[in-house]
């Protein structure tokens, strides 16, 4: 069996990316039919293959040091990489705390939000990943083909999908391209 | 005309056009953010920039003016290359981040830009500081982080609305667009028209009461006429299930092109006045709810035998209504004496009475656009008719002198150029005195004699409390302007003397506001169709003197104080209405009509414009149109309505050409 092998994986992002990736309903068997799927966060299978995909999907920013670790593994593993959707493409929501900054974020999020026990405090365990400035996936390792939309349409991923699988360059434009 | 080749293309063009209304000409369409038709080009985005031959850089083709034989092309693949350099530092420049933005989705032009170029990402994240965000401003936000400062605001500012509010300060990454002096908009010189977030090609201006709620794309634009007052502002409603959610200003509307007031702008979304939905009658004392058969019957029991009695019924409609509708109301009472208008021809009657000895002599709106210097008298276009004053107020940058006559106060009075505030009632005096220095100092452009000319001139002193040399400047800054206009309200008309407006006229003439190619002198007269009404004749005082009914159609008007007290006195009541107030509380019977929104018709303008207003939005089922209640009435009361409003308003000769 020598179909392409697609690999995905979420870092900081809503997961609506993969939610919109299900959403193409029957087409996902065509995807099938065309590719090997292996890890993704929806399969058994938890990290792309170690001797390597040819697609690799990531939705989401880069926001802490688990993603870093995420997107570096996923970009060596990959003939190509994705960005899919604003988080990976362009920061997106999360990364609307660099206009404040991680601690204030935390400090927000963890003690001071009214619906927070008194006395709470930021989460501080060793084994916790360190927070990040968000980032871009493309500001951290090299993307090779950028998807925006939040989400992108499952018509979109399932374009770019189909053409990666099948060895052609997608080119979104029109109707595939908008950024929200 | 000059010879030009775009992308290939051969065209001639007039001097002086730039290459981006060339190639516009052509067909050709080259991206731009800065650039607005309705303004002066800029050159700030560069996003326009084209290849000329022979030139070494590209150029902004919006400030680029053509050149004979000049060779330009719009899409090669270097220009592409760059328009998307321009775009990613654009959005790496503050906060451009689509999901969350209001005019995210088809309305952000910023954001089509970067669609066209395909681009999918920006290859430079921004620099994560935060721009001040001004919610101070009732009617929209401001929020700099969307900002590409482009300056479309600012000239709009300055060149539509002629108000200056808006500019730039600090410089580079730091430029920021302040309002005065860097106060909060809502605290600023801003008056609210809105021009600024029409223009706004980002999610940078949003309006407060449309924002979050749907795309420009799901809104149905209907065009039609605005009902504020009569200047008539072409203007497109922004419809959505049968709701008003946004009113602006028409490019292509020839009063306005685009510009619009406060009013103009937010009147639909300011409205908070009680519906009226259901005829009413007064029964035991207390107004009751009624089927229209019954409420209609009984109103024409009472008005029938009454029609045709001189003193039987008083008659009284808004200025607001169709020139329609104000036609068949005029024919249902034909047979009675006292029939006017919610204005009682303030703003009117003695421009008319003026026009039958003088014939048409009142000018365009026009000639404001090319004056050198306004005198306002009396018309207080600070206030109302503001679209008027602004035609001439962004022209004082280049010089343009603003005159401002008035005894009230008026925000006019904030940049006018010289104001005189004369005692109230001294405005003859005045105009006598403004004429009398002028040949007395020699500087009359048409010879005129003036009797008594030292004496006029000091009545003028001792009447308008004003000193000789205030007078004296103005009536030099007036005599020495090449397209002097001379604009006058209800401050004059409303003391219903045909001599201040012949007084007025003459001033006009010595100056040279008035000669054979120019007619300067205009009167700003009052609501939306104050015109018809008072070639109509509907220009009577209201003052009752022993009718037994009245009959009141106001529609969607406001009525003043001094009306509702007169109206007070009548034996019984009829009012025509859209809204509860305090006098369909004394009303024996109401009939709910339709709103400005709700109906169509004609209105003629301030100077002259005969233009239609569309039915936008339907009224709720039990309101009847303001031209149907007349019609029906008339049937039951059997009175034919014959007359064509067209000819019934042509039959009286106007102050102003009617076209």
Known sequence: MNKPKIASDWMCGCAGCHMSLLDMDERILKIVELANLRATPITDLKEPDESGVDVGVLEGGINNSANEEVAQKMRQRSKVLVALGDCAVFGGVPAMRNLCGVQEALQRAYVDAESNEPGSQIPNDPELATMQQTRAVHEVVPVDYNVPGCPPDADTIFYILAELAQGRKPELKNELLHWH | ?659
């Open chain 2, 1 to 659: 005309m000059v010879q030009i080749t775009i992308n290939g293309k051969q065209m001639e063009v007039p001097e002086g056009t730039t290459v981006l209304r060339a190639a516009e000409m052509a067909g050709i369409h080259i991206p731009r953010l800065c650039d607005h038709k309705e303004l002066t080009p800029y050159g700030g985005c560069r996003l326009c920039i084209v290849e000329v031959q022979g030139v070494r850089v590209p150029m902004a083709s919006c400030t680029l003016p053509v050149n004979n034989g000049m060779v330009v092309n719009t899409e090669t693949e270097a220009l592409k290359k760059s328009r998307k350099f321009v775009l990613s530092m654009l959005f790496s420049e503050r906060n451009h981040f689509c999901p969350f933005c209001q005019v995210s989705g088809g309305d952000c032009e910023l954001q089509n830009a970067a669609y066209q170029e395909e681009m999918t990402h920006w290859p430079i994240q921004p620099g994560w500081n935060n721009f001040p965000v001004d919610t101070s401003h009732p009617y929209f936000v401001f929020d700099n982080n969307r900002c590409i400062l482009c300056r479309r605001c600012v000239r709009a500012c300055a060149e539509m609305a002629g108000n200056f509010t808006l500019s730039v300060a600090e410089r580079g990454a730091k430029s920021m667009i302040v309002a005065d002096t860097d106060i909060p908009l809502g605290e600023s010189s801003c008056i609210k028209c809105g021009s600024c977030v029409q223009v706004c090609p980002t999610g940078a201006i949003i309006d407060r009461t449309s924002a979050y709620q749907m795309r420009d794309r799901d809104l149905t634009e209907v065009k039609s006429i605005c009902n504020g007052c009569s200047v008539g502002c072409s203007i497109k409603i922004m419809v959505r299930d049968n709701r008003i959610v946004r009113i602006e200003g028409d490019w292509e509307g020839s009063v306005n092109h685009g510009v619009l007031c406060e009013f103009g702008r937010y009147n639909a979304a300011n409205e908070s006045r009680k519906r009226i939905t259901t005829p009413m009658m007064k029964k035991n004392g207390k107004l009751e709810p009624v089927s229209w058969e019954e409420a209609l019957k009984a109103v024409s029991a009472k008005l029938t035998p009454l029609a045709s009695d001189e003193d039987g019924i008083a008659a009284i409609a808004s200025t607001r209504l169709s020139a329609e509708t104000l036609t068949a109301f005029k024919d249902l009472f034909a047979g009675n004496q006292l029939v006017t208008s919610l204005e009682e021809g303030m703003p009117s009657a003695s421009v008319m009475k003026f026009a039958e000895k003088q014939g048409t002599f009142e000018g365009k709106l026009e000639v404001l656009r090319t004056a050198d210097t306004v005198m306002c008298i009396g018309a207080n276009v600070g206030n109302t008719h503001m679209v008027a004053g602004f035609i001439f107020k962004r022209n004082m940058p280049k010089g343009t002198r603003v005159i401002n006559i008035d005894p009230q106060e008026d925000a006019l009075d904030d940049v006018a150029s010289l104001k005189l505030k004369n005692k109230s009632g001294s405005d003859l005096a005045l105009i006598l005195g403004l004429q009398a220095i002028i040949v007395k100092e020699g500087l009359e452009r048409r010879p005129m004699s003036i009797p008594d000319v030292d004496a006029r001139i000091d009545e003028a002193v001792r009447a308008t409390a004003i000193s000789l040399d205030n007078l004296s400047q103005a009536a030099r800054v007036l005599a020495n302007s090449i397209t002097p206009v001379i604009l006058f309200g209800k401050g004059i008309t409303g003391q219903r003397d045909e001599n201040l407006v012949e007084e007025l006229y003459k001033l006009a003439v010595l100056v040279g506001a008035v000669d054979s190619e120019r007619a300067g002198l205009i009167s700003v007269k009052g609501e939306t169709n104050s015109l018809s009404a008072a070639l109509l004749g509907l220009d009577q005082i209201f003052e009752l003197n022993g009718q037994k009914a009245v009959y009141a159609a106001i529609g969607d008007s406001f009525v003043s104080k001094s009306i509702v007290e007169r109206l007070s006195k009548a034996p019984y009541l009829v009012v025509q209405a859209s809204y509860e107030s305090k006098l369909t509380e004394q009303a024996d019977v109401v009939f709910p009509v339709t709103v400005w929104s709700e109906q169509e018709g004609t209105f003629i303008n301030l100077d002259g414009h005969i233009q239609k207003t569309t039915k936008v939005i339907n009224a709720p089922e039990t309101v009847r149109d303001n031209l149907a209640v007349i019609s029906e009435l008339a049937v039951q009361m059997n009175i034919s309505l014959n007359s064509n409003w067209k000819e019934a308003i042509l039959a009286r000769k106007s102050s102003v050409a009617l076209n």
